[in-house]
């Protein structure tokens, strides 16, 4: 099952399926808990915040962005994102919420508590993902190409190009910053990479075959999508379009082959 991972990496982004010395590393995850998952949200951003859950969603008429019970998976708050809006990535960034849209080229600013909209920004291009280092916003727009975003202007600081095996890795959707590098969801796969945040060279690759909840296994639009992890413990959830459940997750140590 990776290899046609794997496969369709090298189809749509050039990469070699030859071993080289930076090939990256291979990583299948434990699961560590299961929890129930809205089967209705068609998940383009999830992250945690003082141990609080947090979603965006998509779909013209469906988007929306949340606060959920990690527990037991119920919406505690929402606001809805009104058509012709399609949702896409989302982050928080001290008191405020930024998501942004996928085609509209148009994002938005949330109270992080009341969930009032506060402000609307603009950018270039699609939105796909969007997390944060604590001093940039990182977006991605299915592009191999993230662009670090100054918070306050929304202008452009800088941007990288995502590479594994020094050849382009398209389809970069939902990112989340975890401990010094970024993780990007890559559409249409089950594959998760992490980033180096300064080259862009993929270091691991994330392979989460294991875990698509066997609802949703083999449907087109029911993909992993989202990734989130709780900084204070080191808790780390995945999730995907659709699926009946979140995943916490834990990889593997050397020390456990």
Not at 160 to 173: E, F, K, W
Request: glycine share 8%; proline share 5%.
């Amino acid at each position: 099952m990776f290899a046609r991972t794997l496969l369709a990496l090298a189809l749509w982004g050039g990469l070699p399926l030859v071993a080289c010395a930076q090939a990256p590393e291979i990583i299948r995850p434990e699961v560590v808990a299961r929890y129930p998952h809205d089967a209705n949200a068609f998940t383009q951003g999830l992250f945690i915040h003082d141990g609080e859950l947090y979603e965006s969603t998509g779909r013209v008429g469906q988007s929306s962005l949340r606060r959920v019970d990690l527990e037991t998976g119920l919406v505690q708050q929402s606001t809805a994102i009104a058509p012709p809006i399609f949702g896409e990535g989302s982050t928080r960034i001290g008191d405020e919420i930024f998501m942004l849209s996928w085609v509209s080229e148009r994002g938005f600013i949330f109270d992080a508590e009341t969930f009032e909209q506060i402000d609307t920004f603009s950018y270039p291009g699609e939105g796909w993902g969007l997390t944060h280092d604590g001093t940039h916003l990182i977006l991605s727009d299915g592009t191999p190409e993230l662009r670090f975003l100054d918070p306050e202007t929304m202008t452009l600081d800088h941007s990288i190009n995502v590479t594994l095996n020094g050849r382009a890795v398209r389809r970069l959707n939902e990112l989340e910053w975890i401990d010094g590098m970024i993780w990007a969801n890559i559409w249409e796969t089950r594959s998760i990479v992490r980033i180096d945040p300064q080259t862009g060279v993929v270091d691991a690759m994330i392979d989460l075959t294991a875990i698509i909840p066997p609802e949703v296994d083999g449907r087109r639009d029911a993909v992993a999508n989202g990734i989130a992890w709780n900084a204070e413990t080191g808790q780390i959830y995945v999730t995907g379009k659709l699926w009946p459940a979140l995943f916490e997750i834990r990889l593997p140590d050397a020390s456990d082959d």
